[in-house]
């Protein structure tokens, strides 16, 4: 299964020709994870920064064909492996039947308890990200 969401593409995201400056994709792709966080895990980033985090810890991204001010794209996501503590996942931001984005990317799952930062294990999150985990 992909997690979808829709990114109308504002003034905030684009260069002065209007089209989106590429790290602003980077910021559409966090808001896509926050959104995974909250609408599927039921754990939203104002619970789970409390004590624990994500860092993404690799990525790679194949930009494919531009978006500009006023378009709305299509942003998925799944999961692609899911281990331990980490989780890589395929994204792809789309405008129409164009690729805009693609890539993959990893993240894992962290405690900052005790000031320090240690991997920690997904337990209840695993089975709800299993329903996104393709394979």
Same mark, same amino acid.
């Given at each position: 299964?992909? !997690? =979808?969401?829709?990114?109308?593409?504002?003034?905030?995201?684009?260069?002065?020709?209007? =089209?989106?400056?590429?790290?602003?994709?980077?910021?559409?792709?966090? +808001? $896509?994870?926050?959104?995974? !966080?909250?609408? #599927? $895990?039921?754990?939203? !980033?104002?619970?789970?920064?409390?004590?624990? +985090?994500?860092? /993404? #810890?690799?990525?790679?991204?194949?930009?494919?064909?531009?978006?500009? $001010?006023?378009? /709305?794209?299509?942003?998925?996501?799944?999961?692609?492996?899911?281990?331990?503590?980490?989780?890589?996942?395929?994204?792809? !931001?789309?405008?129409?039947?164009?690729?805009?984005?693609?890539?993959?990317? /990893? =993240? #894992?799952? #962290?405690?900052?308890?005790?000031? +320090?930062?240690?991997?920690?294990?997904?337990?209840?999150?695993?089975?709800?990200?299993?329903?996104? $985990?393709? +394979?």
């Amino acid at each position: 299964m992909k !997690f =979808i969401k829709e990114q109308r593409i504002r003034f905030e995201h684009c260069d002065p020709a209007g =089209i989106v400056f590429y790290p602003r994709y980077f910021e559409m792709l966090n +808001g $896509l994870m926050e959104d995974f !966080f909250r609408e #599927v $895990l039921d754990y939203p !980033f104002e619970n789970m920064h409390q004590d624990s +985090g994500i860092p /993404t #810890v690799d990525i790679k991204t194949q930009f494919k064909s531009p978006a500009k $001010l006023g378009d /709305t794209i299509s942003k998925s996501m799944y999961i692609s492996k899911l281990g331990k503590t980490s989780c890589t996942y395929q994204y792809v !931001f789309s405008l129409g039947d164009k690729t805009v984005l693609e890539g993959e990317g /990893t =993240i #894992v799952f #962290v405690s900052f308890e005790n000031g +320090g930062i240690q991997p920690k294990d997904w337990d209840k999150l695993r089975s709800k990200m299993e329903d996104y $985990l393709a +394979g």
